[in-house]
């Protein structure tokens, strides 16, 4: 007897609950909870699957500026493509030119003002040197980041720093001093390396900076590649390689022309000597 109670209150509960549930799901609200559960679960889990796909697949090259060097300085990448060369000087808006680059394009009186005159010889000028307006001491900066490639004393220059930028693209400053960098450091585009100094080999320019910019250790004007990128100047490289091999391509095809048309006349003049003289043998005049 007491068994079969205990299985009407079971039926009875079990309907009670069946009941509430229709209950519960005859209500408006009821579907549009559903959807938006779902919607939740379902967008959570794609943003999980997202995140750690990007932890295992993120490009290694985003990582660069986290990667420090042997000093546990951050290093620097060397080529910003979003870099142009600038002035190398904190204050380069009261900066002067004291003496331009010397272009062998250039008319007579722009040479002449720039040549360098020392011991009695006068030698062309490879650079921009700048100075203040007031002839006052300044800041030398890097023009563009780079890797310092090499540092020399130099009385006669008043001291060189040379920085690359790219295989064969150099930036060089001298009369300068206060050295702050050695051989291997990373610069970084407007960072003071040195101060202004002055040189033997052009002394009237007073406390300034000899800039120079160069592409396979070949001088190029300064003034030229100011505010573009170093991609302007590795463009043009590419393109004189190019002429120069076209160059040599075509002074070799004309060499060879040349040659072969001198072959074909001397066999035409062996011919015609011999058409004259068809008795005289071979070898006998």
Same mark, same amino acid.
């Given at each position: 007897?007491?068994?079969?109670?205990?299985?009407?209150?079971?039926?009875?509960?079990?309907?009670?609950?069946?009941?509430?549930?229709?209950?519960?799901? %005859?209500?408006?609200?009821?579907?549009?909870?559903?959807?938006?559960?779902?919607?939740?679960?379902?967008?959570?889990?794609?943003?999980?699957?997202?995140?750690?796909?990007?932890?295992?697949?993120?490009?290694?090259?985003?990582?660069?500026?986290?990667?420090?060097?042997?000093?546990?300085?951050?290093?620097?990448?060397?080529?910003?493509?979003?870099?142009?060369?600038?002035?190398?000087?904190?204050?380069?808006?009261?900066?002067?030119? %004291?003496?331009?680059?010397?272009?062998?394009?250039?008319?007579?009186?722009?040479?002449?003002?720039?040549?360098?005159?020392?011991?009695?010889?006068?030698?062309?000028?490879?650079?921009?040197?700048?100075?203040?307006?007031?002839?006052?001491?300044?800041?030398?900066?890097?023009?563009?980041?780079?890797?310092?490639?090499?540092?020399?004393?130099?009385?006669?220059?008043?001291?060189?720093?040379?920085?690359?930028?790219?295989?064969?693209?150099?930036?060089?400053?001298?009369?300068?001093?206060?050295?702050?960098?050695?051989?291997?450091?990373?610069?970084?585009?407007?960072?003071?390396?040195?101060?202004?100094?002055?040189?033997?080999?052009?002394?009237?320019?007073?406390?300034?900076?000899?800039?120079?910019?160069?592409?396979?250790?070949?001088?190029?004007?300064?003034?030229?590649?100011?505010?573009?990128?170093?991609?302007?100047?590795?463009?043009? %490289?590419?393109?004189?390689?190019?002429?120069?091999?076209?160059?040599?391509?075509?002074?070799?095809?004309?060499?060879?022309?040349?040659?072969?048309?001198?072959?074909?006349?001397?066999?035409?003049?062996?011919?015609?000597?011999?058409?004259?003289?068809?008795?005289?043998?071979?070898?006998?005049?």
């Amino acid at each position: 007897m007491m068994t079969e109670v205990m299985k009407m209150r079971e039926e009875e509960n079990k309907r009670s609950s069946q009941s509430k549930v229709k209950s519960i799901m %005859k209500k408006r609200w009821f579907l549009p909870a559903v959807y938006i559960f779902s919607a939740a679960v379902l967008l959570t889990g794609i943003l999980v699957y997202q995140a750690s796909d990007n932890e295992f697949t993120q490009d290694p090259s985003e990582n660069k500026q986290n990667i420090t060097s042997e000093n546990n300085e951050p290093s620097i990448e060397v080529n910003n493509s979003l870099e142009t060369f600038t002035i190398p000087m904190s204050e380069a808006e009261s900066a002067v030119i %004291k003496k331009e680059f010397y272009d062998v394009d250039g008319d007579t009186k722009q040479q002449e003002a720039s040549l360098v005159v020392y011991n009695n010889t006068y030698q062309p000028n490879t650079g921009i040197d700048y100075a203040m307006k007031d002839g006052k001491g300044f800041d030398v900066t890097a023009s563009m980041s780079g890797k310092v490639k090499s540092v020399q004393e130099d009385a006669l220059l008043g001291n060189l720093v040379v920085v690359e930028h790219d295989k064969g693209i150099e930036t060089h400053y001298s009369s300068i001093k206060d050295i702050k960098v050695k051989e291997g450091d990373n610069l970084k585009q407007g960072e003071t390396f040195a101060k202004g100094g002055t040189s033997a080999i052009n002394e009237e320019a007073g406390t300034h900076v000899h800039f120079e910019v160069r592409k396979d250790n070949v001088a190029v004007n300064p003034l030229e590649y100011l505010d573009k990128p170093i991609s302007s100047l590795k463009a043009e %490289k590419k393109e004189a390689d190019t002429k120069a091999k076209d160059s040599a391509d075509q002074e070799k095809e004309e060499t060879t022309e040349n040659q072969d048309d001198a072959g074909n006349e001397t066999s035409e003049d062996s011919n015609e000597n011999q058409e004259s003289n068809p008795n005289q043998e071979p070898g006998n005049e």
